[in-house]
């Protein structure tokens, strides 16, 4: 029996095999060709009875070993890209068999991207890593998330589609998304092109840059009950790790870097979730560590964003932001204990509410207590002009306003026992139309502001909004 399939089918083929008798898989360096055992260049790699390699993942085995290492599967550790291809093939063999998948310690595989399975966890032992092809050709493409009209991806190193109790847990090793390989892209906005100054032409891998964007590193679609524990994400191409329309999601002590001057790399992005959580975890990349949002489905349909709870998140870099798409509402969400920016001068603002005009959606209803923000002050990194170290706007990017549409609001959001180190403007809090921004509140907040006027205020009701033993003291009329 034999069946050939092109390298660059890896992606999109589906193999189900059922029966005692299992499918053999044969790997070249060119094609995959099955008739014989899983092997790369004469190391086997074990069989399967059943097998799924595209995005839609489903059951495994009929009975799942409880424990199984990747290199028992012909996993090469190393750094050759050549190893990738195969490697992730040891990896989908690995995850179709056994509940626990397991990276050995002290060493890195280089993989292609690989998709994770329900009721599985990944162990990250001490010292290993998981480290992304540096070739785009091992990838494949996917529709870019979140969904964003025609705009494609590269495919995440490790996804997870209509899943359910998925854990990756690690005594700290890593996911290295290997994003030397795609910075710059031609929309970034540095001048430079990066330090190194490659500056990318209007195309991105034979692509125009605005339609193929560069891969996620850790992407969870329509998930529910997924643990992240003891992990560290550094080098993401693009954003580090993403949860879509998932349910319960819980992150500590994980750790996310990427060199601050590339720009457009986020840290922690949850887009239409209930019931997520961060505790213990620190971040420092490019763009914003964390960016709440709520937006469409691909079909079009609007999902909330609502009970999210983040204690001791220690950010770098630029900020904790809400939005900018935030159409699907985002509601109840509590920062505890959380520390944004240095006393060097890492961020450039604390935190950041834009909205888009002419969409009747709400961000409410968020409550930062005990937090504490470092010197907000510009830096040649990142943003060379400064801001509020609280900036707040219900007309991101300055569009017309058409008051025959909804607008947007912001309200009832609480800054309980917040300092910060130092900061220029306390806080700037701009509203699209008429009182769109109401229920301020502070209490017990210190600042330490140095401008002449530390609050700007445009269409606030100030008259619902509260301030108590705060200095500067916000005007409440």
């Known amino acids: 029996m034999g069946l050939v399939i092109d390298k660059s089918m890896l992606h999109r083929i589906t193999l189900q095999i059922w029966g005692a008798a299992a499918l053999q898989v044969t790997l070249t360096k060119n094609l995959y060709s099955m008739n014989g055992t899983w092997s790369y260049d004469n190391v086997t790699i074990g069989s399967v009875l059943r097998l799924k390699t595209d995005d839609n993942e489903t059951a495994g085995p009929a009975a799942l070993r409880s424990r199984c290492d990747i290199a028992a599967f012909g996993a090469k550790a190393g750094n050759s890209t050549s190893f990738a291809p195969a490697n992730a093939a040891a990896f989908a063999l690995a995850m179709a068999q056994c509940e626990r998948v397991v990276v050995p310690a002290g060493q ?3 993989i292609a991207p690989v998709v994770i399975l329900s009721h599985r966890t990944l162990e990250l032992q001490a010292g290993s890593a998981l480290v992304a092809s540096d070739d785009w050709r091992d990838y494949g493409v996917t529709r870019f998330m979140p969904p964003m009209g025609r705009a494609m991806q590269l495919k995440p190193m490790l996804s997870a589609v209509n899943a359910t109790n998925i854990s990756i847990l690690g005594a700290n090793g890593t996911l290295d998304g290997n994003g030397w390989f795609a910075w710059p892209t031609a929309n970034w906005s540095s001048a430079e092109c990066g330090v190194h100054r490659r500056c990318a032409g209007p195309t991105f891998f034979g692509l125009p840059a605005q339609k193929l964007r560069p891969p996620h590193v850790l992407t969870f679609i329509r998930c529910t009950d997924v643990s992240i524990e003891n992990v560290t994400v550094t080098n993401p191409p693009y954003w580090g790790v993403q949860h879509f329309y998932c349910n319960r999601s819980t992150i500590s002590n994980v750790t996310i870097l990427a060199p601050r001057w590339t720009r457009e790399i986020a840290g922690l992005m949850p887009w239409s979730v209930l019931d997520y959580s961060v505790s213990d975890s620190f971040v420092h990349v490019g763009d914003d560590a964390l960016a709440v949002m709520s937006g469409a489905d691909e079909a079009g349909r609007l999902w909330p964003t609502s009970r999210l709870v983040f ?3 220690f950010v770098r870099g630029r900020s904790v932001a809400f939005g900018s798409a935030d159409s699907g509402n985002v509601t109840d969400v509590l920062f505890d204990d959380c520390t944004i920016g240095d006393d060097s001068g890492s961020s450039p ?3 950041k509410f834009k909205m888009h005009v002419n969409v009747a959606s709400h961000i409410s209803g968020v409550v930062f207590r005990d937090c504490r923000f470092g010197n907000i002050s510009a830096n040649s990194w990142q943003d060379p002009t400064p801001y509020p170290a609280i900036q707040t706007s219900t007309n991101y990017g300055e569009a017309a306003v058409d008051l025959a549409n909804g607008q947007p609001s912001i309200f009832n959001i609480s800054f309980v026992n917040v300092s910060a180190a130092a900061t ?31 609050w700007l205020l445009t ?8 301030s108590q033993d705060t200095t500067p003291p916000f005007p409440v009329q």
């Not at 139309?433 to 401008?451: E, M, P, V």
């Not at 269409?459 to 509260?466: A, I, K």
Request: hydrophobic residues 40%.
């Open 108 to 110: 890195a595989f280089k």
């Open 311 to 313: 204690r001791r998140l």
């Open 349 to 351: 603002w604390a935190v």
């Open 424 to 454: 220029g403007t306390a806080g700037s809090f701009v509203g699209a139309s008429q009182s769109s921004i109401s229920a301020l509140h502070f209490q017990g907040c210190r600042f330490r502001s140095t401008a002449r006027k530390p």
């Open 459 to 466: 269409n606030v009701s100030v008259s619902s909004c509260t």
